[in-house]
């Protein structure tokens, strides 16, 4: 999609004190959107993340195996050769992979077009906003922290482009972990398209903003975002729980019939034991010779 569009940008200091709106550069903001280059490029960029140190051995690198298992004939069973066979277990792997590359080369012009491709999409959405200047003196997390929550942004991913390389900008927003600052020269496809909103640095697309005299405001509170926990259904136990005075009222009085009733039982069982116990017979005398 290609529409030439002159497009604006909203303008904040570093401290995130409004300014007035800016006109992003026509060379790279003219509303070229190419959906098949940038998946081109995001693709190859992810490929040559990956590693490939993946590895399986075969069976003529699992260490064993090389005795038969047992003899060629006369067990009934199908001859066999080794027990580090693929059928075997602890046996080799076919066709597993295997140590290589996935190195993806995409043409220079093709990277240039996906990349404006990419801001001009973030432009559309009303995304980009453009910093005067980053004149950050210290090392400070509260410093973005307290700009990004001026500009309403505290709880999206965010891409901070700089003018070169800003130290203090940077070690001051490691510790975020939605915010991801580079240089703008080295902002690739994947990192616009990841971030939901972009903050560029003047100077980097080629615009001057006069220094403005400003003082730190009240410092706003951020709020976490609130952790959406599944609730607990209620154990369909807990009602039967509850019984009435009268229902409690019963087991106990069940409950002390059958203790006045027990002992009288127990009472009469040793008299008739005593009755059906037989008499024991007298040993027989001995005779005298």
């Known amino acids: 999609m290609s ?18 709106r800016v006109a992003l550069p026509a060379a790279t903001f003219d509303g070229t959107v190419n959906m098949p280059v940038m998946h081109q490029a995001v693709k190859a960029q992810l490929a040559n993340m990956r590693q ?15 005795q038969k298992p047992w ?19 602890g046996g080799g ?9 996935y190195e993806q080369k995409v043409p220079r012009q093709i990277k240039a077009l996906a990349r404006k491709s990419a801001l001009n999409a973030r432009a559309r959405e009303d995304s980009v906003f453009v910093i005067d200047r980053f004149t ?6 509260s410093q973005i922290v307290q700009l990004l929550a001026r500009l309403e942004v505290s709880h999206k991913k965010t891409l901070i482009l700089t003018d070169g ?17 580079q240089p703008y020269s080295d902002a690739s496809t994947y990192d ?35 952790s959406k926990k ?44 005593a009755k059906k116990a037989p008499a024991k017979k007298a040993a027989p005398k001995k005779k005298e010779k």
């Not at 002159?6 to 409004?18: D, K, Q, V």
């Not at 950050?136 to 997390?141: G, Q, R």
């Open 136 to 141: 950050y003196d210290t090392i400070k997390t």
């Open 192 to 226: 616009i398209l990841w971030s939901d909103v972009v903050l560029v640095e003047a100077g980097a697309i080629g615009q001057e903003l006069a220094p403005m005299s400003e003082k730190a405001g009240e410092k706003l509170k951020v709020k976490r975002p609130a």
């Open 71 to 89: 003899k060629q004939k006369g067990t009934g069973r199908a001859r066999q050769g080794s027990t580090r066979a693929p059928h075997f277990v």
């Open 3 to 20: 529409e030439t569009m002159n497009y604006e940008a909203a303008a904040y200091t570093a401290l995130g004190t409004p300014r007035e």
């Open 52 to 66: 490939g140190t993946h590895s399986t051995k075969t069976r003529g690198l699992v260490v064993g195996g090389n």
């Open 165 to 181: 390389v800003k130290n203090n900008v940077y070690m001051s927003s490691r510790n975020l972990p939605n915010v991801v600052v």
């Open 230 to 273: 599944p609730v607990k259904a209620e154990k369909a136990t807990a009602a039967p729980k509850k019984k009435t005075a009268a229902k409690k009222a019963a087991p106990k009085a069940a409950s002390k019939a059958a203790a006045e009733k027990a002992p009288a039982k127990k009472a009469a069982a040793p008299k008739a034991a």
């Open 93 to 101: 792997t076919v066709f597993g992979p295997r140590p290589r590359g």
